[in-house]
Every structure is written in structure tokens, then in C-alpha cells.
T-cell receptor, first 112, second 112 residues
Framework: GENVEQHPSTLSVQEGDSAVIKCTYS??????FPWYKQELGKRPQLIID?????GEKKDQRIAVTLNKTAKHFSLHITETQPEDSAVYFC???????????FGSGTQLTVLP | EPEVTQTPSHQVTQMGQEVILRCVPI?????FYWYRQILGQKVEFLVS????????KSEIFDDQFSVERPDGSNFTLKIRSTKLEDSAMYFC??????????FGPGTRLTVT
């Protein structure tokens, strides 16, 4: 089955700096890669996703990149704000409503 | 997009008891999922449900678990004879068919 590795497990940045979280996956059949933000005690919230036919996608201060050959994808957050502090999870799926396999999460702390 | 609601928000049960967790769609959806998240760990897939049938299930989803849609609306996860290690957050998610999955607020299950 699919295995998703995520790094780093914790990340602290100064407000205004950029943050990068990286994930690798093992199953070449995976073609859908969402990112979720989970605040303490809350549900995972889908913040951005990318499909295998696209190399990069951007939504305001967040962007995702995908390297299908190397089987890795990354989340980039620019101009970080304290409200960006949360646990971020990457995930992978073969698409078509199939199950998501999650990474182990990154605790991002944005220091004011 | 509206997700789903879940009841109860917190369930405390004794080891060996049966519990039923409920997921209530806000509108008509065809794709549903159950995930669990042990405290401080990653989100793990349990089972997916499409058009009133199980479409995928993980190794975690053994004979102790069952899902059904008893009234064509609510979607339930039943855990028979709960164990201490079943203590976790259980999330219901609804899917779009295109891969996106939106999580409900979760039920915290505590087995004592």
C-alpha cells in the first residue's frame, strides 16, 4: 500500500518568514495530493491540493509543488502569520474518491 | 462547502461495550469515509462508503467494526466490544468523487 513520509515533524519560523513542509510517497498510482491544516482539537481542513497533471498550484500565500518523477511534493507558506500555527498534514490518494493516506504531520509554530 | 455533522461530540464507554458513532450529511452526498486519529498521531483511513456499499476498507477495519446507513440518511460506524486502544477521534468525511474530502468535527471516543 501507499506510504507517505513527512518532514519536518516540527517547524518554528518568525512571523513574516516562509515555511516549507515536504512529503514523499511510495505508490506511483497516487495522483491526488491534498494538504490539511488541523488546529488543536479541531477537524483537518483542506487548504490546498494538487493533481499529478500539474507541477505547481498557488492560492494566495500558500503554494504546492509536485515532482512526480521523484515522488515528492511540498507545501510553501509565505509571509507567515501567527494564525498559520497548526499541524499540517500531507496526504496521497490514487484519486477517484479512493482513500487518503496521510503523512505524520508537521507542527508549525509562527513566532510573533 | 458544507461538510457533515457528527454525534456525539464525545463518547465515554467501558471496555467491552458497543458504541455507535453517527455522521449526518448536510445535503445529498454519495461518498463517505471514516478515519480515526489517535491523540497526537496521524489520521488513519478506516473505511469508505459509496452508494450505500463499502468500497474500500483498511486493515484496521476488522470484524470489530461495521458501517451502515440505516435510514438512507445518517451514516453510522459501530464498534463492537471496544478496547482501550480504540480511544481516538473518529472523523467522518464526505467526498466529491474527484478526490476532495471534507471532514466533520469528529467524535472523541474514550474507552475506560
Amino acid at each position: 500500500g501507499e506510504n507517505v513520509e513527512q518532514h519536518p515533524s516540527t517547524l518554528s519560523v518568525q512571523e513574516g518568514d516562509s515555511a516549507v513542509i515536504k512529503c514523499t510517497y511510495s505508490d506511483s498510482a497516487s495522483n491526488y495530493f491534498p494538504w490539511y491544516k488541523q488546529e488543536l482539537g479541531k477537524r483537518p481542513q483542506l487548504i490546498i491540493d494538487i493533481r499529478s497533471n500539474v507541477g505547481e498550484k498557488k492560492d494566495q500565500r500558500i503554494a504546492v509543488t509536485l515532482n512526480k518523477t521523484a515522488k515528492h511534493f511540498s507545501l510553501h507558506i509565505t509571509e507567515t502569520q501567527p494564525e498559520d500555527s497548526a499541524v499540517y498534514f500531507c496526504a496521497a490518494s490514487p484519486g477517484s474518491a479512493r482513500q487518503l493516506t496521510f503523512g505524520s504531520g508537521t507542527q508549525l509554530t509562527v513566532l510573533p | 462547502e458544507p461538510e457533515v455533522t457528527q454525534t456525539p461530540s464525545h463518547q465515554v464507554t467501558q471496555m467491552g461495550q458497543e458504541v455507535i458513532l453517527r455522521c449526518v450529511p448536510i445535503s445529498n452526498h454519495l461518498y463517505f469515509y471514516w478515519y480515526r486519529q489517535i491523540l497526537g498521531q496521524k489520521v488513519e483511513f478506516l473505511v469508505s462508503f459509496y452508494n450505500n456499499e463499502i468500497s474500500e476498507k483498511s486493515e484496521i477495519f476488522d470484524d470489530q467494526f461495521s458501517v451502515e446507513r440505516p435510514d438512507g440518511s445518517n451514516f453510522t460506524l459501530k464498534i463492537r466490544s471496544t478496547k482501550l486502544e480504540d480511544s481516538a477521534m473518529y472523523f467522518c468525511a464526505r467526498g466529491t468523487g474527484g478526490g476532495e474530502q471534507y471532514f466533520g468535527p469528529g467524535t472523541r471516543l474514550t474507552v475506560t
